[in-house]
C-alpha cells in the first residue's frame, strides 16, 4: 500500500493535517505525519517528531530552536526536512508528499518539496497560492493549491480545499505508481529550448533526433523553463542537448521579464554533455503590456508580440556583449560542442524585411561569438534563416553524429 507523507507545522496546524490524514486513508492509502514545527508541542501527536525531523539536517538545531527566531527556524527546517524526505523516497518509504500552510509553513514544506524528483506527486495547499510562486515552486512540478482561508481550522470552507488536495495527491501517486509498473525501455534524453520564434526549428530538429532513437524534451525559454532545462542536465539524466534558443540571456543582460539567471548555458559543461549551441533569439528582450517598457528605451525598435508581450530589438552593443557571453559559456565545455550561426536571421522576426531585422546587430553577435570562441570548437555558418529546414536539419544531424561517435 502506497504511502504519503502529511507534513506540517503541527504545533499550530495540527488539527488541519489530522484532517488530511483522515482524507488520505479514507481512500485506502498508508500516511506519514511529518511534524516540522519548532515553536512548540504539537497539536496532535505526529508520526515523526520535528526532534528527528531537525537532526537529518546535521546542524546545531536545539540552539536554534532555543533562540526562537523564526526566521532562523523556518530556513532551518527546510533543509533538515529536505534531506529527511529526500531519504524516504529514495528508500521506497513515501509515495507522495502534501502539506498545508501560511507563509513558514509553505517555505519548509516547498523547500522539502524540491528536493524529490520530478514526477513524485506534491502537493501544497497555500495561502499565498494565488501569488507569485516561483520561490516556492522553483524549477519542481509541486502542485499548488489556494487555501481560499487561512489555514486555522477546519471549517465548512477550508474541508472541502482540503479533501480536494487529499483527492490530488492519492490520484496522483496511484497514477505514478501504475506508471512505474509498467515495463517500457525508456530512450536516452535530449533536452531542447524553444520560443515562439524557433518552433519550426525545433520542431524539424526534434522529428529529426527522435528518428534517431532518442526521447526530446522541448523547454520554453520563459526563464523559468531555461532553469528546469539547466536543473534536469545537472540531474545527470540527459544524454545531449540541443540549446537552439538561447535568447533568455538577452533578458538576463538587458533586463527584461524571462531572464534565467546568470547560470544558464553552465549545465551542459559542468555535466560534460555533447551539445548544440544557437544564439537563437537573441535579438529580442522579453517586456509586459507596452507601458512596463522602462522608459530608458523608449527610442528603441519594439514589436508587439501579443497585448501582454512587448518585444524590443536588441542593439549592436548588446549584441556585440550576448555573442562574447555565449562564447565565453561555451568555452567551459568538456564534451564535444559545435555552435551553428543562422546569417541570415536569428528568430522570424529577424529575417529580411522583418521588423526586427538589423545586418549590423546580427554581424556583431556573430562576430563577437567567432572571436570569443577558443580553438578547436567547431562553428558552421549557413546561410538561412534559423526555421530554414535545412538549417534545423544541420542542427540535429550534427548532434545525433556526436552522439553516434561519444558511443563507438
Given at each position: 500500500?502506497?504511502?504519503?507523507?502529511?507534513?506540517?507545522?503541527?504545533?499550530?496546524?495540527?488539527?488541519?493535517?489530522?484532517?488530511?490524514?483522515?482524507?488520505?486513508?479514507?481512500?485506502?492509502?498508508?500516511?506519514?505525519?511529518?511534524?516540522?514545527?519548532?515553536?512548540?508541542?504539537?497539536?496532535?501527536?505526529?508520526?515523526?517528531?520535528?526532534?528527528?525531523?531537525?537532526?537529518?539536517?546535521?546542524?546545531?538545531?536545539?540552539?536554534?530552536?532555543?533562540?526562537?527566531?523564526?526566521?532562523?527556524?523556518?530556513?532551518?527546517?527546510?533543509?533538515?526536512?529536505?534531506?529527511?524526505?529526500?531519504?524516504?523516497?529514495?528508500?521506497?518509504?513515501?509515495?507522495?508528499?502534501?502539506?498545508?500552510?501560511?507563509?513558514?509553513?509553505?517555505?519548509?514544506?516547498?523547500?522539502?518539496?524540491?528536493?524529490?524528483?520530478?514526477?513524485?506527486?506534491?502537493?501544497?495547499?497555500?495561502?499565498?497560492?494565488?501569488?507569485?510562486?516561483?520561490?516556492?515552486?522553483?524549477?519542481?512540478?509541486?502542485?499548488?493549491?489556494?487555501?481560499?482561508?487561512?489555514?486555522?481550522?477546519v471549517n465548512r470552507i477550508s474541508r472541502v480545499i482540503f479533501e480536494n488536495a487529499a483527492g490530488a495527491v492519492c490520484g496522483m501517486v496511484e497514477t505514478a505508481e501504475?506508471?512505474?509498473?509498467?515495463?517500457?525501455?525508456?530512450?536516452?534524453?535530449?533536452?531542447?529550448?524553444?520560443?515562439?520564434?524557433?518552433?519550426?526549428?525545433?520542431?524539424?530538429?526534434?522529428?529529426?533526433?527522435?528518428?534517431?532513437?532518442?526521447?526530446?524534451?522541448?523547454?520554453?525559454?520563459?526563464?523559468?523553463?531555461?532553469?528546469?532545462?539547466?536543473?534536469?542536465?545537472?540531474?545527470?539524466?540527459?544524454?545531449?542537448?540541443?540549446?537552439?534558443?538561447?535568447?533568455?540571456?538577452?533578458?538576463?543582460?538587458?533586463?527584461?521579464?524571462?531572464?534565467?539567471?546568470?547560470?544558464?548555458?553552465?549545465?551542459?559543461?559542468?555535466?560534460?554533455?555533447?551539445?548544440?549551441?544557437?544564439?537563437?533569439?537573441?535579438?529580442?528582450?522579453?517586456?509586459?503590456?507596452?507601458?512596463?517598457?522602462?522608459?530608458?528605451?523608449?527610442?528603441?525598435?519594439?514589436?508587439?508580440?501579443?497585448?501582454?508581450?512587448?518585444?524590443?530589438?536588441?542593439?549592436?552593443?548588446?549584441?556585440?556583449?550576448?555573442?562574447?557571453?555565449?562564447?565565453?559559456?561555451?568555452?567551459?565545455?568538456?564534451?564535444?560542442?559545435?555552435?551553428?550561426?543562422?546569417?541570415l536571421a536569428i528568430s522570424i522576426i529577424s529575417a529580411p524585411g522583418q521588423p526586427f531585422h538589423d545586418?549590423?546587430?546580427?554581424?556583431?553577435?556573430?562576430?563577437?561569438?567567432?572571436?570569443?570562441?577558443?580553438?578547436?570548437?567547431?562553428?558552421?555558418?549557413?546561410?538561412?534563416?534559423?526555421?530554414?529546414?535545412?538549417?534545423?536539419?544541420?542542427?540535429?544531424?550534427?548532434?545525433?553524429?556526436?552522439?553516434?561517435?561519444?558511443?563507438?
Open positions: 500500500m502506497p504511502t504519503i507523507a502529511v507534513l506540517g507545522t503541527l504545533d499550530t496546524k495540527g488539527h488541519e493535517h489530522a484532517a488530511v490524514v483522515e482524507a488520505i486513508r479514507q481512500r485506502g492509502f498508508s500516511t506519514l505525519l511529518i511534524n516540522v514545527g519548532s515553536h512548540g508541542p504539537p497539536t496532535v501527536a505526529a508520526d515523526v517528531d520535528a526532534s528527528q525531523v531537525a537532526e537529518a539536517g546535521g546542524e546545531d538545531w536545539e540552539a536554534a530552536f532555543s533562540r526562537k527566531d523564526r526566521g532562523e527556524c523556518v530556513a532551518l527546517m527546510g533543509r533538515a526536512a529536505a534531506r529527511y524526505v529526500a531519504k524516504l523516497a529514495e528508500a521506497g518509504q513515501i509515495h507522495g508528499i502534501i502539506s498545508l500552510g501560511g507563509g513558514g509553513g509553505t517555505s519548509i514544506a516547498t523547500t522539502a518539496m524540491r528536493a524529490l524528483p520530478i514526477g513524485f506527486p506534491k502537493v501544497m495547499v497555500s495561502t499565498l497560492a494565488s501569488g507569485n510562486v516561483a520561490p516556492y515552486v522553483g524549477t519542481m512540478d509541486i502542485v499548488m493549491v489556494p487555501a481560499i482561508v487561512d489555514v486555522a481550522g501504475a506508471r512505474r509498473a509498467e515495463s517500457a525501455t525508456d530512450k536516452p534524453l535530449v533536452v531542447a529550448s524553444m520560443f515562439g520564434n524557433t518552433t519550426d526549428c525545433v520542431n524539424e530538429a526534434r522529428r529529426i533526433v527522435e528518428g534517431a532513437g532518442y526521447e526530446v524534451l522541448v523547454f520554453h525559454a520563459t526563464g523559468q523553463g531555461g532553469r528546469a532545462m539547466e536543473s534536469l542536465i545537472a540531474s545527470g539524466l540527459v544524454a545531449g542537448v540541443l540549446d537552439i534558443t538561447t535568447t533568455e540571456w538577452a533578458d538576463e543582460y538587458v533586463g527584461g521579464t524571462l531572464g534565467a539567471g546568470p547560470e544558464r548555458l553552465d549545465a551542459a559543461g559542468k555535466a560534460g554533455l555533447p551539445a548544440i549551441v544557437v544564439p537563437g533569439c537573441l535579438d529580442m528582450v522579453n517586456f509586459g503590456e507596452p507601458q512596463s517598457v522602462p522608459a530608458k528605451f523608449a527610442d528603441r525598435t519594439f514589436y508587439h508580440h501579443n497585448p501582454q508581450v512587448t518585444l524590443m530589438r536588441t542593439n549592436a552593443a548588446e549584441c556585440a556583449e550576448l555573442g562574447r557571453i555565449l562564447a565565453e559559456k561555451v568555452n567551459a565545455y568538456t564534451a564535444p560542442v559545435t555552435v551553428l550561426l543562422p546569417m545586418q549590423e546587430a546580427d554581424e556583431a553577435l556573430f562576430n563577437a561569438i567567432k572571436t570569443h570562441l577558443r580553438q578547436g570548437i567547431r562553428v558552421i555558418e549557413m546561410n538561412h534563416t534559423i526555421n530554414d529546414p535545412a538549417f534545423a536539419r544541420a542542427c540535429a544531424e550534427t548532434l545525433v553524429a556526436t552522439l553516434a561517435a561519444l558511443k563507438s
